[in-house]
């Protein structure tokens, strides 16, 4: 392997999402997002962090994957980062579903690409999308590595009774149902992450990991293994989010449809688009929110405290789970950006070990932080994720293994 770049490539249904990294010291050298893919009114926009200047963005109709590509190609030639350089290493891709299938990084062929699409059943937004931006980055660089990077992987190490759900296994192993997680590039980096902040090393360490983005998730990692985390199948169990309900009694689906009338499509769009924050109370923006609630606006207010007590709920359970836990991590928009989500999610929790001082807590920063006081059993702390930095740090890892 001669180059030491990586690009990132994260593909959805309408939109391409890339980083461009130099693996010698981890910087971005350029970054951007396609979005509406499709559609006219495409945008391409792009950063070029290593060529400085401002951000640069051009609109207009961009049919498909392929185009979008080409597309970013041609912004990054234009910053002398052409993706026809030998500098290039590898790419990198985030796939959301690797099934029990994949429990590493995998370097992509033909079997890994069948693999991945007999996964669209328990996955059918996010896989055929991703496999979209697979197929469209290897047209155009066939000669060079490509790594698939499941969110699932990290997750693979769930004892079954945790991964298993209460049902018959014959039908659950048929249709494939167990919890599988999601976020698990996120988790894996944080939970890292926060052993370093704490000078200990991963095997050393039980870590709760709260992933609060606008999707959200809780893993509890010992010693630097997933035991549980709080996505199941799909991403919808778990935690409030914003616009998905986390856990809720699965009867509400049969009443929703017996009672209420509704078509398994809309209960679907309900729980998944219409539901947690924004179904709550209009808003799914957590800026929002605690803006709300400072005018006084009562339905924000009962929005946040919904929030906040399905988080302390699996911070509990997630403590029994490990038995001793070292930190608990926040992180993600929310996590890393909401003082006052954090505050309340510990609150009251002093017996567990667990308190945030309110002073370190309203300091902000980029930088992985302990906003728990000196005297706290358990460290609370802030750690900023960093799912391209860790794609391509896999990507880049297992390709100069295979060289
Ligand atoms: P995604 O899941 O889309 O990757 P992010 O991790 O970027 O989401 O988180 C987005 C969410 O973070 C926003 O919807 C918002 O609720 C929250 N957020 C971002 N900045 C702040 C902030 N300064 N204060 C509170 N919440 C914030």
């Known amino acids: 392997m001669t180059g030491t770049r990586v690009l990132v490539l994260n593909s959805g249904s309408s939109s391409l999402k890339y980083q461009l990294l130099d693996m010698r010291d981890s910087s971005r050298l350029a970054a951007g997002l396609v979005e509406r893919i499709g559609e006219q009114t495409s945008r391409l926009k792009h950063t070029p962090m290593a060529a400085g200047g401002d951000a640069r963005e051009a609109d207009g109709p961009i049919a498909d994957h392929d185009a979008a590509l080409k597309a970013v190609a041609q912004e990054l030639a234009r910053d002398g980062l052409g993706l026809d350089s030998p500098d290039l290493a590898a790419i990198g891709h985030r796939v959301v579903h690797g099934g029990m299938f994949f429990t590493e990084p995998t370097v992509i062929d033909d079997a890994v690409i069948a693999e991945i699409e007999r996964l669209i059943p328990v996955a059918p937004l996010h896989n055929p999308a991703n496999l979209t931006g697979i197929r469209t980055a290897r047209a155009l660089r066939p000669d060079l590595p490509q790594v698939a990077v499941f969110d699932t992987a990290f997750h693979t190490t769930m004892p079954e009774s945790a991964a298993r759900y209460a049902i018959d296994p014959r039908i659950a192993d048929r249709h494939r149902i167990r919890r599988y997680g999601f976020h698990g590039t996120s988790h894996a980096y944080v939970s890292r992450a926060t052993a370093e902040l704490l000078g200990k090393a991963p095997e050393d360490v039980n870590v709760i990991v709260l992933h609060l983005g606008n999707g959200a998730s809780a893993s509890a990692v010992r010693g630097g293994r997933c035991v549980d985390t709080s996505m199941g199948l799909t991403p919808l169990e778990g935690l409030v989010m914003g616009t998905r309900s986390g856990d809720l009694d699965p009867a509400v689906i049969f009443h929703l449809a017996r009672v209420g009338g509704m078509s398994m499509d809309e209960i679907d769009t309900l729980?998944?688009?219409?539901?947690?924050?924004?179904?709550?109370?209009?808003?799914?923006?957590?800026?929002?929110?605690?803006?709300?609630?400072?005018?006084?606006?009562?339905?924000?207010?009962?929005?946040?405290?919904?929030?906040?007590?399905?988080?302390?709920?699996?911070?509990?359970?997630?403590?029994?789970?490990?038995?001793?836990?070292?930190?608990?991590?926040?992180?993600?928009?929310?996590?890393?950006?909401?003082?006052?989500?954090?505050?309340?999610?510990?609150?009251?929790?002093?017996?567990?070990?667990?308190?945030?001082?309110?002073?370190?807590?309203?300091?902000?920063?980029d930088r992985p932080r302990i906003v728990s006081p000196d005297s706290a059993r358990v460290a609370v702390a802030v750690v900023p994720t960093d799912e391209e930095l860790e794609i391509a740090t896999q990507t880049y890892a297992l390709v100069g293994k295979n060289t």
């Open 271 to 365: 729980l998944n688009k219409r539901s947690g924050l924004f179904g709550l109370c209009g808003d799914n923006d957590m800026r929002e929110i605690r803006r709300r609630i400072d005018e006084g606006d009562e339905a924000a207010a009962l929005a946040f405290d919904i929030y906040v007590h399905r988080l302390k709920k699996y911070i509990g359970a997630y403590y029994a789970v490990l038995g001793t836990v070292d930190a608990v991590a926040f992180t993600a928009g929310v996590g890393e950006n909401a003082a006052p989500v954090r505050e309340a999610a510990v609150a009251g929790l002093e017996s567990l070990g667990l308190a945030v001082d309110p002073g370190r807590n309203a300091v902000r920063g």
